[in-house]
């Protein structure tokens, strides 16, 4: 299997839990990554162990004139090395899972006659996704909503692949540590505008410091004056520039305070946790605040807009939870209900019984 694309972990992290249930199937199969130099995929895929290559591809939506012009010119190259690749690694299938190097591959299988499969994690399709709907042999989606966008016989709503760190039983004990504890993330490289409004309203619940715990990814650029605020107010803190188990900060979590991104929104859901949402307000066709109304609207979240955002509201949305853990529950349980902990297992059953006739073995 290929899996191509990535460029952020809302595209990567997907991939990767496809990638695990596959190889998880049998000793002989073998996956490859094709990405770009400048994705996550370059920083976190050699650490798990996973192969990549890398094409010279960028992004045209939502860009200047004059570097659509550019990243135009690098489609054929781009293509010619997604064709040398396939050449070489022979793939039964690839999967695309959104991010620029997802088009070319995708593209070039479709030309070879390799079966190919599309993962869209949004609520709004990508533009990349919506053009290789059209070429695509299955179709997996996160939400129903997205259907309309698709050829519905070659479509099938899995949910976003999540790690299967994420529904591990050894995830599912019993908190060891009694304060409401508050997971703060903004993305792999944080976000500034969660990390000031986060630091502002610690103010507001100084009263509660005793009675709270942050766990917060900040970034590298702001770790520095968050560990300072946290301590100047007072509060226990563990401020990281990066997460690296994910899974684990999940479980010791009360509450998260995070953007709407695709792979958040899975993690949230199979994990049933309760959380306030707070969409990137520069996503592509605003995806994120469409992936955090389904959660609002079914009680799974609290979702505010960033422009709506302050220290002291946020402040005081995180007092009612921690003063309401009743509601804190009911949230957790909606969205456990819109969870698909198995999405991972059913999209590699889906490609494998595309294959099934070619390498019977793949699918012991």
Known sequence: MIIAGGGTGGHLFPGIAIAEEFLG?????????????RGLEKKILGGLGLPLRTIHVE????????????A???????????????REFRPDIVVGVGGYASGPAVLAAFLMGVKTAIAEQNAFPGLTNRTLGYLADRIFLAFPISQRWFPKRRTHITGNPIRAAFTAEKQQGEKTDPRFTILVFGGSQGAHTINRMVGEALAGLQHLKDLLRFIHQAGEKDLEAMSATYRKHGFSAEVSPFIVDMAAAYHK??????????????EITAGGKASILIPFPFAVNDHQALNAE???????????????????????????????????RKMEAAAAALGKRNAAKEIVDICLSLVRNRRPTENA
């Open 25 to 37: 199937r049998h000793p002989a199969n073998q996956v490859l990554f094709i990405g770009t130099e």
């Open 59 to 70: 992004g045209i939506k939502g860009q200047r004139p004059l570097r659509i012009a550019g």
């Open 72 to 86: 135009l010119t690098k489609i054929p190259g781009g293509l010619f090395a997604s064709f040398r690749i396939l």
């Open 253 to 266: 979590a009360d509450l998260l305070i995070c953007r709407a991104g695709a792979t958040s929104i899975a």
């Open 294 to 328: 389904v959660l609002s609207r079914a009680g799974a979240a609290e979702a505010i807009a960033e422009k709506d955002l302050s220290g002291p509201g946020l402040a005081r949305m995180i007092e009612q939870l921690y003063q309401n853990q009743g509601a804190v």
